[in-house]
């Protein structure tokens, strides 16, 4: 994933939490679809959705701020 039309410190910020919501998406999927226990399942949807909450929230804010993914 490249960020564009930003500069410096935003850019960089940005581009890093993208990227790091993005592992920890991959992550938290993974660990979903491993688990078998029901009170872990539902640690994990959480956990999940609140992932998927952050990542879209960075997408947003990086689209508002004019930033093409």
Do not use: C, P, V
Request: hydrophobic share 40%; glycine share 2%; no cysteine.
């Amino acid at each position: 994933m490249k960020l564009t039309k930003a500069s410096g410190s935003e850019y960089d910020f940005l581009l890093q939490s993208i990227q790091s919501a993005n592992r920890e998406l991959h992550e938290a999927a993974d660990l979903f679809n491993q688990l078998t226990d029901d009170d872990a399942i539902d640690y994990a949807s959480y956990n999940l959705l609140a992932i998927r909450t952050k990542y879209s929230y960075l997408i947003k804010l990086a689209k508002e701020k004019d930033l093409s993914l």
